[in-house]
């Protein structure tokens, strides 16, 4: 599977996305940290954080007896920049903020 695939299929499950954001907020948690936040046996949350690894947005690194997961945000980057960077020209801007206008939204 290319690796665009792999990263677009960790990102699919709203759990995954979770524990990156977790990840965002405090790098490297150990997986009872992890478990402890989310309704899921260890089991589970190892498996989401296996994907996560397998796409490279997790790096796991062992210090002593326990496991540490960071972030790694850089195919989260190439996926915006092939992906959704060349959707952001001039022409969208202004269609979202004509949108935005007419629904009376705050920007």
């Known amino acids: 599977m290319p690796d665009d695939d792999l990263v677009f299929k960790a990102l699919a499950d709203p759990t995954r996305r979770f524990l990156l954001d977790l990840l965002f907020e405090r790098d490297g948690r ?10 899921m046996t260890r089991f ?3 498996k989401h954080l296996k994907l996560l690894e397998e796409a490279g947005l997790v790096v ?8 540490r997961h960071f972030l790694n945000p850089v195919p989260i980057r190439q996926i915006h920049d092939r992906w959704i960077d060349k ?6 801007t202004a269609l979202l903020d004509l949108k935005t206008e007419l629904e009376g939204e705050e920007p």
Do not use: H, N, S
């Open 30 to 39: 150990t997986l009872t940290e992890l478990e402890t936040q989310v309704e």
């Open 44 to 46: 589970g949350v190892m």
């Open 60 to 67: 796991a690194r062992k210090e002593g007896r326990e496991k």
């Open 87 to 92: 959707y952001t020209e001039r022409r969208v």
